[in-house]
């Protein structure tokens, strides 16, 4: 009778130790020192990512009624209420065509010239740091694969070791090699995809802002006209 409880509390343990979880910090950490620089990677990307949507939500903004407003503005004459209009949008879109409102007099190329120079400018404060994202996404797999060759070779020293190839024995230098591999993925994919979703609402703005040129443009022409 003792002995068949024993054996059942046996079995029960080694039923629970079975189907013990393991929680996600615990198995990070079995990535190795590796997962130190793939984190911190992460935590940068994710920051930028989100740093630059929301400024891009902002300063890219470009409502129609505004561009109404201001052509209404220029066929009237007020080039210094379209000049101060613009600016109180708080806007990329503003920024641009308060500069190029405010040399209106001077010769269509130099005005042209101004809201191009005004747009790139504007441009290149939407890509700020967004390089970083670009080198994360090349940088996060090769520090996995850099994981995987250090499981690799953990895996060979143990078993040199002991000689013997047993699940315990390569168990630590497979969860450094496949758990390095996936985060290194993982964070490279995130970077990935973050830089081309900003490039691309970056690139719809430019479009706009061209749309809007051409608009100015040939706003200015009929009131020369």
């Not at 879109?93 to 005004?118: C, H, L, T, Y």
């Not at 591999?181 to 703005?205: K, Q």
């Amino acid at each position: 009778m003792s002995l068949l409880l024993q054996v059942n509390e046996t079995g029960s343990g080694a039923k629970s130790a079975v189907e013990q979880d393991i929680s996600v910090l615990e198995l990070v950490m079995k990535g190795g020192v590796i997962m130190i620089p793939i984190a911190i990677l992460s935590v940068i990307a994710i920051y930028i990512i989100i740093e630059r949507a929301l400024y891009i939500s902002k300063a890219g903004k470009i409502n129609p009624q505004n561009m109404m407003m201001l052509k209404d503005k220029l066929r009237g004459g007020n080039v210094k209420d379209a000049a101060t209009f613009c600016r109180s949008t708080n806007t990329a879109w503003g920024r641009i065509f308060a500069n190029g409102s405010s040399v209106v007099g001077q010769p269509m190329k130099d005005i042209e010239s101004r809201v191009e120079d005004s747009a790139q400018i504007e441009m290149a404060k939407m890509e700020r740091n967004m390089t970083y994202l670009n080198l994360i996404a090349g940088v996060a797999p090769l520090l996995g694969f850099i994981g995987t060759i250090s499981g690799v070779i953990k895996i060979f020293h143990k078993i040199s070791i002991t000689a013997d190839i047993s699940i315990g024995n390569i168990s630590e230098g497979l969860y450094e090699k496949m758990i390095t591999s996936a985060a290194g993925l993982i964070v490279g994919i995130i970077a990935f995809a973050g830089y081309h979703m900003l490039n691309t609402r970056i690139d719809r703005f430019a479009t706009r802002i061209q749309e809007n040129a051409l608009s100015f443009k040939s706003t200015l022409q009929g009131v020369e006209e």
